[in-house]
């Protein structure tokens, strides 16, 4: 069957307002941690470990000491004593417990074990180079393969209701009647981040107050782990983090090496900036992990599934136990009345991992819906039907309802765009007029929706500019511009003359901005605080001002003050007052998905387009349709660009990214941009997108649930299943590589 692609057919929303910050990122006006300049400034270099686990024995900087510009070398034996910060999934700030020059002790490849410090960038990386180091080994597990010890059950090591196991009914039984089952295995590699900003970290102290310019996702956290390892007061710090360039987990919580620049700063007398290669935070930063999945599916012969179980083996550190929520997701995509997920942990010598866009769901949906997938083809069901008759009308875990469900209308909006009707059923039997295998694949995704507690002030002044000041962090995501636009819209001002503070412990409290959560958690308070501004306005406007379409800043002059001021705080649904302590206390503060009276959820359907060229089999994915459920679009602009950035992501996952391990001496191999391949702009073809756009008032007063994260979830799968609808061939390990079509 020769198939050409249709015409698409969006429904989308009109682009609306532009980014806030477009014109100065294009001009390479925006400043970033690592451009920031100060009069007398250090620069800073890491030496890392080349051994996986052990010790140093003894380490030589003199010659280091002796090139000219050389400030200082810092080893463990002459840093000022310093405390830990703690682990974030523990009680602390950190992305892992351990923190170098602590000790001699060596946990992973690449911990630093020296850091020099220079006149200039240049001198601080050639004496780095020349510090030599005696290490002590001991035997270590670089992989999932070289485990030296059985995965642990989560459940048991990590008492915490996240973190149990989940069950419904009983699946093992219902999978024994069930009349038709499938027994599915699945291998996912570890992957890392690569924003295109790298980390960096500018100290300074001023009388006895420390300043630190850091690209992060959790300023406040940040700040309050300085403070505990240098054992100062957080009112000494302050972290400034107004831009990134990207940070999808990387950034999410303290760094190793903060602590050692501020302490550099504080010997030296100077400003001290670190910026990392790129080698190194492949060693110093979060990552993640490796996961092996099984997927036990039953279906009755009418084609409705009675039993799921969903077993994950997930790599972790020595040191730390970085737990597994995969099947958060797994036991909701469809309406199973019998489901168990287990999640168990595998201790290996790496630094800690963490959480990389959609840490958990990504890899949990390509094993369940390529499962799901196959479950239909066993069936002869068409997967998109097969969905269909599968869904859920309330939660399976709790029995709650949805906040909202638009699954079904993602399914179906979707397919109509994608062309679905045209798709025939049998694999291998659509080419294109070039001869190329065509295949079709669709696959469900979802994403808790959660929300953090927020504090939020409005600012009018009488000059009619607009300051707003709240917690949370723009990383490219669109944040700045959300807030701007609903701030302008509601007090009738220009955009530009909407100025937003986040990102900036100076303002107000900065609460980790991760999980999809950053608009949900920051737009309610800002809408609350607006509105009180506005009702401030109409009581001590002159009657003068206060006819019809009068706007905010004709209500202020008719008052006659200089400005007008308004704050609001709000945390999420269930959530007690006390957890305002947390948040301004740096601690990580998110409720979801389950809340008192519903659970909640962002949905998204992907379809998808690949062409396997016939003698070479390169698979290309020319064309993708995504239709998303995440409430109320506040931003069409950023919303759109959120979904095609997260179809990029899935297409790399799929198709190009895996670390490599080295099993020799431990730590990654291909860790810069040459040999960690992602996608480039020749990969990618057309992406369509689309919303339900139905707001979930439910869930909060903006009715945004959330859309980064899910943007990725079912986009691997989604090919996967594509390629088998090409080729008749099931691959149950990604990336997807052209030799496993010739094997």
């Not at 915490?160 to 499938?182: E, I, K, M, N």
């Not at 303290?254 to 492949?282: I, N």
């Not at 077993?311 to 970085?322: A, V, Y």
């Not at 003698?615 to 506040?634: F, L, N, W």
């Given at each position: 069957m020769a198939i050409r692609t249709p015409t698409p057919t969006p429904r989308t929303p009109q682009p609306g307002a532009e980014r806030v910050d477009a014109r100065d990122k294009v001009r390479g006006a925006l400043r970033?941690?690592?451009?920031?300049?100060?009069?007398?400034?250090?620069?800073?270099?890491?030496?890392g470990s080349r051994i996986a686990r052990g010790s140093v024995e003894a380490i030589d900087t003199r010659a280091a000491r002796r090139l000219p510009g050389v400030q200082a070398v810092f080893t463990h034996e002459d840093i000022d004593a310093f405390e830990g910060g703690g682990f974030l999934m523990a009680g602390g700030f950190g992305f892992q417990s351990v923190y170098p020059l602590r000790s001699a002790q060596i946990a992973h490849r690449g911990q630093t074990v020296a850091m020099?410090?220079?006149?200039?960038?240049?001198?601080?990386?050639?004496?780095?180079a020349l510090v030599t180091v005696r290490y002590a080994t001991v035997p270590f597990s670089a992989g999932l393969d070289q485990a030296d010890?059985?995965?642990?059950?989560?459940?048991?090591?990590?008492?915490?209701?996240?973190?149990?196991?989940?069950?419904?009914?009983?699946?093992?039984?219902?999978?024994?009647?069930?009349?038709?089952?499938?027994?599915?295995?699945?291998?996912?590699?570890?992957?890392?981040?690569?924003p295109m900003e790298i980390i960096a970290t500018l100290a300074e102290w001023q009388d006895g107050r420390l300043t630190v310019h850091e690209p992060t996702q959790n300023s406040e956290g940040v700040r309050h782990g300085l403070a505990r390892q240098l054992g100062i007061?957080?009112?000494?710090?302050?972290?400034?983090?107004?831009?990134?360039?990207?940070?999808?987990?990387?950034?999410?919580?303290?760094?190793?090496?903060?602590?050692?620049?501020?302490?550099?700063?504080?010997?030296?007398?100077?400003?001290?900036?670190?910026?990392?290669?790129?080698?190194?935070?492949?060693?110093?930063?979060?990552?993640?992990p490796a996961g092996r999945h099984r997927v036990r599916l039953g279906a009755d012969a009418g084609g409705r599934l009675v039993?799921?179980?969903?077993?994950?083996?997930?790599?972790?550190?020595?040191?730390?136990?970085?737990?597994?929520?995969?099947?958060?997701?797994?036991?909701?995509?469809?309406?199973?009345?019998?489901?168990?997920?287990?999640?168990?942990?595998?201790?290996?010598?790496?630094?800690?991992?963490?959480?990389?866009?959609?840490?958990?769901?990504?890899?949990?949906?390509?094993?369940?819906?390529?499962?799901?997938?196959?479950?239909?083809?066993?069936?002869d069901r068409d997967p998109v039907a097969f969905r269909l008759a599968n869904d859920a009308a309330t939660d399976p875990l709790t029995g709650k309802p949805f906040s909202s469900r638009h699954s079904t209308e993602?399914?179906?909006?979707?397919?109509?765009?994608?062309?679905?009707?045209?798709?025939?059923?049998?694999?291998?039997?659509?080419?294109?007029?070039?001869?190329?295998?065509v295949g079709w694949g669709v696959a469900l995704g979802l994403y808790k929706a959660a929300m953090a507690p927020a504090f939020a002030t409005v600012r009018l002044q009488a000059d009619g500019a607009v300051r707003v000041s709240v917690g949370g962090h723009e990383m490219g995501q669109g944040l700045r511009t959300t807030i701007a636009v609903t701030v302008a819209r509601t007090l009738g001002a220009p955009i530009a003359a909407v100025e937003v503070r986040i990102g900036d412990t100076a303002g107000a409290p900065q609460h980790l901005t991760a999980g999809s959560w950053g608009t949900a958690t920051a737009l309610p308070p800002v809408m609350e605080a607006v509105e009180r501004l506005l009702d401030d306005l109409r009581q001590h406007a002159g009657d003068a001002t206060t006819a019809p379409g009068t706007n905010a800043l004709q209500l202020l002059r008719g008052s006659g003050r200089p400005f007008a001021q308004a704050e609001s705080r709000r945390r999420a649904p269930g959530q007690p007052e006390q957890v305002f302590g947390r948040l301004t206390g740096g601690l990580?503060?998110?409720?979801?998905?389950?809340?008192?009276?519903?659970?909640?959820?962002?949905?998204?359907?992907?379809?998808?387009?690949?062409?396997?060229?016939?003698?070479?089999?390169?698979?290309?994915?020319?064309?993708?349709?995504?239709?998303?459920?995440?409430?109320?679009?506040?931003s069409p602009r950023t919303a759109r660009s959120q979904v095609e950035g997260g179809v990029v992501w899935g297409i790399g996952a799929a198709l190009r990214e895996a670390s490599e391990v080295d099993p020799r001496y431990g730590g990654f191999l291909n860790t810069d941009l040459a040999e960690y391949v992602l996608p480039v702009a020749a990969?990618?073809?057309?992406?369509?997108?689309?919303?339900?756009?139905?707001?979930?008032?439910?869930?909060?007063?903006?009715?945004?649930?959330?859309?980064g994260e899910v943007a990725m979830v079912g986009v691997a799968p989604a090919i996967a299943n594509a390629v088998f609808h090409a080729t008749g061939r099931r691959f149950r390990r990604l990336p997807l590589l052209m030799d496993d079509l010739f094997a």
């Open positions: 970033y941690a690592g451009d920031q300049r100060r009069p007398g400034l250090l620069h800073a270099a890491l030496v020099v410090v220079a006149d200039s960038l240049e001198t601080a990386r050639e004496a780095a010890a059985p995965p642990v059950a989560q459940a048991s090591v990590l008492p915490l209701p996240p973190f149990a196991d989940r069950r419904v009914g009983d699946a093992p039984a219902a999978l024994q009647s069930a009349a038709v089952t499938v027994d599915l295995r699945f291998e996912l590699p570890a992957q890392h981040q690569n007061s957080p009112g000494l710090v302050r972290v400034v983090s107004p831009s990134l360039g990207g940070g999808f987990g990387q950034k999410n919580s303290l760094q190793p090496h903060t602590a050692l620049v501020a302490l550099a700063a504080r010997r030296l007398g100077r400003p001290v900036k670190l910026v990392m290669t790129r080698a190194q935070q492949f060693h110093n930063a979060s990552f993640r039993a799921a179980v969903h077993e994950i083996d997930q790599q972790t550190s020595r040191h730390d136990l970085f737990p597994s929520v995969g099947t958060e997701i797994t036991a909701r995509l469809y309406g199973v009345s019998h489901y168990l997920g287990v999640e168990r942990l595998v201790r290996t010598d790496v630094q800690t991992p963490g959480y990389m866009r959609a840490p958990f769901e990504h890899p949990a949906a390509f094993a369940f819906e390529s499962a799901v997938d196959e479950m239909a083809y066993a069936l993602c399914l179906v909006r979707g397919s109509e765009m994608f062309g679905w009707q045209r798709r025939s059923m049998a694999p291998g039997s659509m080419r294109a007029p070039d001869g190329s295998l990580p503060a998110a409720a979801g998905p389950e809340y008192p009276d519903f659970v909640a959820f962002s949905f998204i359907a992907h379809f998808v387009e690949v062409r396997v060229e016939p003698t070479t089999r390169r698979i290309r994915v020319p064309r993708v349709v995504s239709v998303a459920d995440c409430g109320a679009v506040i990969d990618i073809g057309r992406i369509e997108v689309d919303f339900v756009g139905r707001p979930d008032y439910r869930f909060n007063a903006s009715g945004a649930k959330g859309l």
